[in-house]
């Protein structure tokens, strides 16, 4: 089972969105759970770097203070601490986990030094992870396109047809692009179920050799199209959507990246047309 998600990305009439305008699904998975435990690092590498340099701040306080409150335990075994006083415990803990090793504080105890080579080999576990976490973040290619605010419907060589625009703001190309373009809208079945049903709207160039400035992406709304004989009423009843996947490879980088993005019927002008982008 399925349900929206609740969240403040609606459309401009106050309906919620079944896409976001990001282009990603925007549902509520009922009766499933995501396994963190098989899928972590994928889960990871899903998190805004805010969260992920937050969780990571989090993760290193939490296992110097673990190992902290282990070295209390063992009393007075740190050279030049104070016995039990978590503080001096935790910094040693610091110096311990980066391999900082000042020399004012060392183990003396066999209890202690049976702790810091636990914490040593976890701290060579945890920076690796840490290394390449972020490293993956970093080297990780995506385009940067920007897509029309609005999509418009007007007429394109005596054919009603819905346009918009995407831009690559890089000044790279993005090579064998490729535009993808789904409607989405309620329908009922002859059973008088009510579904969401997909269409893949037919474009007059859905490709491209090579992507470096704009895009006006043309959907001819003939008669075999589902948008054929709609108005702005029936786009708003049936809560149209349609969502864009422009995808390509990266002529710097040599790797695949794409861009998403997603109308709402509110988003779908009539009777509108783009502005001219060049000029003589």
């Known amino acids: ?41 994928h889960w990871l590498l899903s998190l ?11 993760f290193y306080v939490y296992v110097n203070a673990v190992f902290a409150i282990l070295y209390t335990l063992g009393g007075d075994g740190i050279v030049n601490a104070r016995p039990g006083n978590f503080s001096d415990a935790f910094f040693f803990s610091v110096q311990t986990l980066a391999t900082i090793g000042y020399g004012v504080m060392s183990p003396k105890t066999f209890y202690v030094n049976c702790i810091v080579t636990l914490e040593t080999v976890t701290g060579m576990l945890t920076f690796a992870l840490f290394t390449g976490l972020i490293f993956t973040q970093f080297s990780r290619p995506t385009a940067s396109v920007r897509f029309t605010k609005n999509a418009v419907i007007a007429p394109h060589d005596g054919i009603e047809t819905l346009m918009f625009r ?12 490729e535009v993808r373009v789904t409607l989405a809208r309620w329908e009922k079945t002859l059973e008088g179920e009510r579904i969401r049903k997909l269409y893949d709207l037919e474009l007059i160039r859905d490709r491209s050799s090579f992507f470096s400035l704009s895009w006006t992406v043309r959907h001819p709304i003939t008669k075999n199209s589902p948008l054929h004989g709609q108005n702005p009423e029936t786009l708003a009843a049936s809560n149209t959507e349609i969502a864009v996947l422009l995808s390509g ?10 861009g998403r993005y997603a109308y709402s019927s509110d988003e779908i002008l009539c009777d509108s047309r783009f502005r001219d982008l060049f000029k003589n």
């Open 48 to 58: 805004h770097w805010t969260k992920v340099f937050a969780l990571l701040g989090f």
């Open 249 to 258: 490879t990266d002529d710097i980088f040599s790797q695949p990246v794409y």
């Open 1 to 41: 089972m399925i349900r929206y998600r609740k969240t403040k990305k609606k459309a401009a009439s106050g309906r919620q969105r079944f896409i976001n305008k990001d282009g990603r699904i925007n549902i509520r998975r009922l009766g499933i759970r995501q396994n963190l435990r098989r899928d972590w690092y």
């Open 166 to 177: 995407v831009a690559n703001k890089r000044g790279n190309q993005i090579l064998q692009a």
